[in-house]
């Protein structure tokens, strides 16, 4: 195949130069009506309430199942979603118990966290693949709110026996269940909060590092809360601060108490879910789903459990009673809030965060739009309504969300498909997952979470590309460590406004040249092409001018052009009183070398002789090492000057400024009034038309500094300049004429 070279397109521009008041006269702003207030107002609600279409679209945004499932394609779509919410299902059930029992609550209240949630999510989310439900990190986190509100010591008995040892349980569990529903309510109603007030945007800021780095801190604290199932072994719940190191520790320190047969059950369900899964990593092109094995584990287990009989036998502790059928709702205590109210905050945002980044990873992926707001309502009503019937707080859940889109789920049809299917087994069937062990859940939760500490690879990738990037993480994942989900979340997030600030006091500026015979200007430093224009210093920062950094910017332009105007005046103020000394001295030396023909009188010849120095060759041998030291000094005063003298134009680029403020706009002033005062011109270029109207409205332009002084484009600016400088070079010649 022949290879065709194509030769690099070319252009030739003609044009006058612009600068701002030329621009101005050569074009016109299109004129806009201007309303009053209350016409606006009324405008606004005539175009709300009494539009047809505005009332339709307005219904449709905040409950977009009337939107699409309208137009649904029952014939293309369906097979697809029911064998999505089957693989589902199937991956839903386990988790729901493990993640209950992760949450504080008993297993059952764990698949009411898998049924209503995903049935509100249909009918108000915008995403078509995310699963919602259950989910290890926000399971901790309400499990760390319940232990420290509802601990074992609460509910101390005198004698544990059969009866008592049940009421224990029963007055725990009924307690915690009533902190998990406040949890939900709670926090469902921040988020609900945040979606209508549309402040969806600032959540969606959390940097990735500091999600990636909380979560895999939470993967931790997850980790080792499921040590203590997984050997068997009975130990005391912590939160808190140091609550995964005090887990740790208590696990060891109970380590030779482990039971024998759940450590074995264990480990062989560890390893069997690590094979398979590895299965259908391996051969995911070759299975048209994958292998379930999260279910096909539950099953064998619970029938080898109940075979064998191991929670009598061998002291294998089992999941329980699971109570069949459904209860009515109830309301939440609402006396709880105020104690739960900081740990909501954090579960709010965690929740929504991980449901909008799995939802726009799926709608980029599949091409269509998702609504950041509308996610925040439709999860807080998910986790606000699902408070009345007892669920915990949900999110989505990354595993089963890649599941649900990998087999085929193409809406949310397939979720809905899913919480029938756990319905189905609340109702009728969960009574035979009594038996399960609790080892096997652990194995299935610490197993999910590989895939979370596969983060731990960003560190090195992070330090290679950003170094503020990976403080965000490593501060994310050690604050969460070490002070708990809820404070650590708390100082991660400040840690990145921190570094946002940081940012904007350390932009990135240069000195731009121009590529020979171009329009073109880049970094001096960075290009050996790139050439500085005689006589012009262009200046370029990515700051945006504002309170917090104008001394930064004014040092940094200082020192960058190597021209500072307060020290070149102070410069000439020494060489004019040098010049002014030297001339007194010399009118001194000729009186006293003329004697009295110049002396016009007596008093001036007694000051002129008085100033005479007795010992003639003292004076001589100082005078001549002053005049050494001043002809130095004068002569690096001149040099420095001079540097300044062959200057006759600054240009401040404004192409990467994006706003500016009264403080900036005082600094500009007097940045081209101290230039001005030693002969260099301060020209503005490439501002954007928000920076000119910021500019206008805070009255910058006057008689001094008119709006000819910005410019379209720098090549504008440097092309004005140049003329500039040889008008003055003809005007010079014509005056030395």
């Known amino acids: 195949m022949d290879v065709v070279e194509m030769s690099s397109p070319s252009f030739n521009v003609n044009r006058p130069v612009f600068n701002q008041e030329t621009l101005d006269s050569y074009l016109h702003k299109r004129v806009k009506p201007k309303l009053s207030r209350s016409t606006k107002l009324l405008r606004y609600f005539r175009y709300v309430f009494c539009s047809s279409k505005r009332a339709k679209s307005i219904l449709f945004r905040f409950v977009p199942i009337l939107e699409w499932l309208p137009k649904y394609p029952v014939k293309e779509y369906i097979l697809g979603d029911i064998i999505s919410g089957l693989s589902t299902a199937v991956m839903q059930l386990p988790q729901s118990l493990a993640y209950a029992i992760l949450a504080g609550v008993p297993p059952v209240f764990g698949l009411y966290s898998s049924v209503f949630p995903v049935l509100f999510y249909t009918i108000f989310g915008t995403s078509r693949h995310v699963s919602i439900g259950t989910f290890a990190v926000i399971s901790l986190m309400v499990g760390t709110v319940v232990v420290r509100l509802a601990p074992d010591q609460m509910f101390h008995v005198t004698s544990m026996n059969t009866t008592n040892h049940t009421e224990f349980h029963e007055a725990r569990d009924a307690q915690r269940v009533k902190i998990a529903a406040a949890t939900a309510l709670l926090s469902g109603i921040m988020q609900l909060c945040l979606g209508l007030i549309r402040f969806g945007f600032?959540?969606?800021?959390?940097?990735?590092?500091?999600?990636?780095?909380?979560?895999?801190a939470a993967a931790s604290h997850v980790f080792?809360?499921?040590?203590?199932?997984?050997?068997?072994?009975?130990?005391?719940?912590?939160?808190?601060?140091?609550?995964?190191?005090?887990?740790?520790?208590?696990?060891?320190?109970?380590?030779?108490?482990?039971?024998?047969?759940?450590?074995?059950?264990?480990a062989v369900c560890t390893v069997f879910l690590l094979v398979v899964k590895e299965i259908n990593v391996r051969c995911k092109d070759k299975l048209p789903v994958p292998i379930p094995v999260e279910l096909i584990l539950v099953i064998i287990t619970t029938g080898v459990s109940a075979g064998m009989n191991l929670h009598g036998n061998y002291e294998v502790n089992i999941v329980g009673h699971i109570p069949s059928g459904l209860k009515a709702p109830v309301l939440p205590d609402f006396s709880l809030l105020s104690e739960i109210f900081t740990e909501c905050i954090a579960i709010a945002i965690v929740g929504f965060s991980m449901t909008i980044s799995m939802a726009k990873i799926f709608a980029m992926k599949h091409g269509y739009r998702v609504d950041g707001n509308q996610e925040l309502i439709a999860l807080g009503?998910?986790?606000?309504?699902?408070?009345?019937?007892?669920?915990?707080?949900?999110?989505?859940?990354?595993?089963?969300?890649?599941?649900?889109?990998?087999?085929?789920?193409?809406?949310?049809?397939?979720?809905?498909?899913?919480a029938a299917i756990m319905l189905v087994i609340l109702v009728s069937f969960g009574f035979l997952f009594e038996s399960l062990p609790q080892t096997v859940l652990a194995a299935i939760v610490m197993v999910n979470l590989k895939g979370v500490f596969k983060q731990f690879q960003d560190i090195p990738f992070l330090w290679r590309i950003c170094k503020i990037e990976f403080a965000l993480w490593v501060v994310a994942f050690a604050s969460s460590f070490i002070l708990g989900l809820d404070y650590g979340l708390l100082v991660a997030v400040l840690f990145a406004i921190i570094t946002v600030i940081y940012r904007t006091q350390s932009p990135k500026s240069a000195m731009l040249g121009q590529i020979p015979n171009t329009d073109i200007y880049l970094d001096i430093d960075a290009y050996e092409e790139v050439q500085e224009v005689p006589g012009v210093k262009i200046f370029q920062s990515s700051a945006s001018l504002y309170f917090a950094n104008v001394d930064m910017y004014v040092n940094t332009l200082h020192k960058k052009t190597e021209i500072e105007p307060a020290a070149i005046l102070l410069a000439k103020k020494k060489l004019e009183e040098k010049a002014k000394k030297s001339a007194r001295l010399a009118e001194r030396k000729s009186i006293l070398k003329w004697g009295n023909r110049n002396i016009p009188n007596e008093a001036a010849k007694q000051e002129a002789v008085s100033e005479e120095v007795p010992n003639e060759a003292i004076q001589n041998?100082?005078?001549?090492?002053?005049?050494?030291?001043?002809?130095?000094?004068?002569?690096?005063?001149?040099?420095?000057?001079?540097?300044?003298?062959?200057?006759?134009?600054?240009?401040?680029?404004?192409s990467l400024v994006s706003f500016i403020d009264s403080v900036g706009t005082k600094m500009l002033k007097m940045i081209i009034k101290e230039y001005d005062n030693?002969?260099?011109?301060?020209?503005?270029?490439?501002?954007?038309?928000?920076?000119v109207e910021d500019l206008t409205i805070l009255k910058f332009f006057d008689e001094s500094i008119p709006r000819s002084l910005l410019f379209h484009s720098v090549h504008d600016a440097?092309?004005?300049?140049?003329?500039?400088?040889?008008?003055?070079?003809?005007?010079?010649?014509?005056?030395?004429?």
């Open 621 to 654: 041998g100082a005078s001549n090492v002053l005049n050494i030291v001043e002809s130095d000094a004068k002569h690096k005063l001149t040099a420095f000057i001079k540097s300044a003298a062959d200057t006759h134009a600054l240009i401040l680029d404004f």
């Open 224 to 266: 080792f809360s499921q040590l203590k199932y997984f050997l068997g072994i009975q130990t005391k719940r912590f939160g808190g601060p140091l609550s995964a190191i005090h887990t740790f520790i208590a696990v060891c320190t109970n380590i030779k108490r482990s039971n024998v047969a759940s450590v074995i059950l264990g």
């Open 202 to 216: 600032v959540v969606v800021y959390l940097a990735e590092p500091v999600v990636r780095g909380f979560t895999t």
């Open 381 to 418: 009503i998910c986790n606000a309504c699902g408070s009345f019937f007892q669920t915990f707080p949900v999110t989505t859940s990354m595993s089963r969300s890649l599941v649900q889109e990998s087999t085929g789920g193409k809406t949310e049809i397939a979720g809905v498909i899913s």
């Open 678 to 691: 030693i002969g260099i011109n301060v020209f503005i270029a490439g501002c954007s038309e928000c920076i």
């Open 718 to 737: 440097v092309l004005h300049c140049q003329e500039l400088a040889s008008l003055r070079g003809d005007s010079s010649t014509e005056m030395s004429s």
